[in-house]
């Protein structure tokens, strides 16, 4: 896997990561969403410049250019319900991209530390020969997008996959790399060292979902 780490370069981008860390900030949650689009921009457009390009030719009132456009066909998967703002500041710059949702959660058996993944929604169109971007703000354990990647088996093979997160952690990192194919690009604003006992990330935001849209029960 390709990894693209946006936490070890000073840029613009570091002011939004830490506004959504902020525990004052995050009380507003229309500024905490609109950082996560904002967030979502930036990664896209640094993802933008891997894509295919082609000359065309572009009519204007007094002649005419040539400009390289991207050719490739995108289509945007967010996990629901976290993904969302990051989907929506995808959406701004790639607007003519095909959309998927996926639901997942975890589910805790015993109603202890340990769970699973459960995935039960599913909305994609084919992406037979298409660049799938996948796009979930916390990559804690890894273990949500592979059973994402699993279930959408079944629309089709890619041509190429991104991931589009904001914060990750090193083991989910590390997981993913086993279970994506080698050629998948991760853009991530910034990695943090560990996870609790939880699988949450430390010292990561807190539950993105929640933040964004509020507590559920």
């Not at 995050?26 to 996560?36: E, L, S, T, V, Y």
């Not at 059973?147 to 991931?163: L, Q």
Request: charged fraction near 25%; aromatic fraction near 6%.
């Amino acid at each position: 896997m390709i990894i693209h780490q946006f936490d070890q370069k000073n840029s613009l981008l570091k002011k939004f990561v830490s506004e959504i860390r902020d525990v004052d900030i995050q009380k507003d949650a229309m500024r905490f969403r609109r950082n996560i689009e904002r967030i979502g921009e930036v990664l896209g457009y640094e993802m933008s410049k891997t894509l295919d390009y082609e000359n065309t030719v572009v009519n204007t009132p007094l002649g005419t250019k040539n400009i390289a456009l991207p050719t490739d066909q995108l289509v945007l998967c967010s996990v629901l319900r976290a993904g969302l703002p990051l989907h929506h500041g995808l959406l701004s710059y790639f607007d003519d991209a095909e959309n998927a949702f996926i639901s997942a959660y975890r589910h805790h058996p015993n109603d202890d530390d340990e769970f699973e993944v459960i995935v039960k929604y599913l909305a994609a169109p084919s992406l037979e020969g298409k660049t799938l971007v996948l796009t979930d703000p916390m990559l804690a354990t890894g273990k949500t997008l592979e059973n994402v990647i699993k279930a959408m088996k079944k629309h089709g093979t890619p041509k190429n996959i991104h991931i589009i997160s904001v914060i990750g952690s090193l083991a989910g990192v590390s997981h993913v790399e086993k279970v994506f194919p080698k050629e998948t690009q991760l853009w991530i604003a910034a990695i943090d060292e560990e996870l609790n006992s939880k699988g949450y990330i430390v010292p990561g935001l807190g539950d993105a979902g929640d933040l964004s849209y509020g507590v559920k029960l």
